[in-house]
T-cell receptor, first 113, second 114 residues
Framework: QQQVKQSPQSLIVQKGGISIINCAYENTAFDYFPWYQQFPGKGPALLIAIRPDVSEKKEGRFTISFNKSAKQFSLHIMDSQPGDSATYFCAARARGNTGKLIFGQGTTLQVKP | NAGVTQTPKFRILKIGQSMTLQCAQDMNHNYMYWYRQDPGMGLKLIYYSVGAGITDKGEVPNGYNVSRSTTEDFPLRLELAAPSQTSVYFC?????????????FGEGSRLTVL
């Protein structure tokens, strides 16, 4: 049962363009929404994260937009660069004392020079 | 700091064989996790541990077992390997579930069952 749905599965963007990846969650018992970035042959690494009481968080060229009522959140990458080419995962952390993350299906981003 | 270290990086198993994927972290993290990654499916939680001696099932625990005898080590055991267990396995650790609760991942172990 997939509790976090991510789209699109793959994305091609020209250098300098905006990359947008969307996620939707089904369970309200989440308290933290991170995005992880994964390069080929490597493990995922935390990119940026947001709490549900905040509607937007920006770090450099990366922005998370969060819509609590719609149970949706998205990652925007401004001025996309070839070095941003990677797989991106959204995730949601279950409330409680386990720290468990439920991941979306992943989006493979290719930024063309 | 080595961070999270996984061994082996690659392994080919025959159906019915057993093996253990090793995971060690040197960050004194209490929380440790095993995920599997399949194309188009994201990362699925297999087992997790909130401290030495405590383990619990995740989303896809069938066919696997874990133990946590020390804070540093969290091995994943595959009994009677099946082709459905062909995947990339990631171990991760976290210092705390509060705050950012950032997960630190190893580089993965690619397992093929033939």
């Amino acid at each position: 049962q997939q509790q976090v749905k991510q789209s699109p599965q793959s994305l091609i963007v020209q250098k300098g363009g905006i990359s947008i990846i969307n996620c939707a969650y089904e369970n309200t018992a989440f308290d933290y929404f991170p995005w992880y970035q994964q390069f080929p042959g490597k493990g995922p690494a935390l990119l940026i994260a947001i709490r549900p009481d905040v509607s937007e968080k920006k770090e450099g060229r990366f922005t998370i937009s969060f819509n609590k009522s719609a149970k949706q959140f998205s990652l925007h990458i401004m001025d996309s660069q070839p070095g941003d080419s990677a797989t991106y995962f959204c995730a949601a952390r279950a409330r409680g004392n386990t720290g468990k993350l439920i991941f979306g299906q992943g989006t493979t981003l290719q930024v063309k020079p | 700091n080595a961070g999270v270290t996984q061994t082996p990086k690659f392994r080919i198993l025959k159906i019915g064989q057993s093996m253990t994927l090793q995971c060690a972290q040197d960050m004194n993290h209490n929380y440790m996790y095993w995920y599997r990654q399949d194309p188009g499916m994201g990362l699925k939680l297999i087992y997790y541990s909130v401290g030495a001696g405590i383990t619990d099932k995740g989303e896809v625990p069938n066919g696997y077992n874990v133990s946590r005898s020390t804070t540093e080590d969290f091995p994943l055991r595959l009994e009677l390997a099946a082709p459905s267990q062909t995947s990339v396995y990631f171990c991760a650790s976290s210092y705390s579930m509060s705050g950012s609760g950032e997960l630190f991942f190893g580089e993965g172990s690619r397992l093929t069952v033939l």
